[in-house]
């Protein structure tokens, strides 16, 4: 494991540098060179997060979710570190080669997102033979032009079109083990959504009677 203290140590010297000292030479150079040291510390953090979320390590130490126990112990944005977990998970189980572009420095976070976003289990495999391609096409193409090839390499391959939001196939479950037992989440559509939402409804009822907020007049 490489020693975290020093890494702490080296990132807060280099923050606390004086950029008024600098040539502009100098600090056109220190950005590119900052972008890259960024660029290879979130795919160094993408791989622990995948790592923690595939063990569920986070839920047995602190009872939070991984991205949840991220937000709490960092403050970043809960927004923020989900969308981290979401990209980890995916680079880890559905894009082999996107994940090991990021590690090397031949694709950023963000061009690795698009990646992520495009791909779906109707396209999953087609889309991964394509994928090495894509990525040596994003080295000579601008992000918005290799995004747009990206979305219409993955809309032809999906030659159905997205499923009817209320295809059963859309339902998705899932279960982690945790301190406290059992989590369920995930997401219900159809008539799936509607019979657990008339569950819940009724046992809202159930528990609290009286829902509605009584007012007084006062004459």
């Known amino acids: 494991m490489f020693d975290v203290t020093v890494l702490t140590e080296m990132t807060a010297k280099i923050a606390g540098l004086d950029e008024h000292l600098y040539a502009d030479d100098d600090l056109l150079a220190g950005v590119k060179a900052i972008e890259k040291a960024v660029q290879s ?24 979710r991984t991205a949840n126990w991220l937000a709490h112990e960092t403050g970043i944005a809960p927004a923020a570190a989900k969308a981290r ?25 963000d061009r690795a997102k698009v990646m992520a976003n495009a791909i779906n289990d109707r396209i999953a495999t087609e889309f991964r033979e394509m994928e090495a391609s894509l990525i ?3 080295a000579s193409m601008t992000f918005a032009d290799w995004a747009q090839r990206v979305a219409i390499v993955a809309a032809l391959l999906d030659q159905d079109g997205p499923e009817p939001s209320e295809d059963p196939n859309n339902n998705r479950l899932r279960l982690r083990g945790g301190r406290d ?13 509607t019979t657990t939402r008339t569950g819940r409804a009724d046992r809202r009822r159930a528990v609290a009677p009286f829902p509605w907020r009584l007012r007084t007049h006062q004459r």
């Open 41 to 64: 510390l979130h795919a160094a953090e993408g791989a622990l997060l995948g790592e923690l979320d595939a063990r569920g390590t986070t839920d047995v130490v602190s009872g939070h």
């Open 136 to 138: 040596a096409e994003s």
């Open 181 to 193: 037992g059992t989590r369920v989440a995930g997401q219900l559509v159809g008539d799936t959504a």
């Open 85 to 109: 977990v979401r990209l980890a998970v995916s680079l880890r189980l559905d894009l082999p080669e996107t994940d090991r572009a990021v590690r090397e420095g031949r694709l950023c976070a």
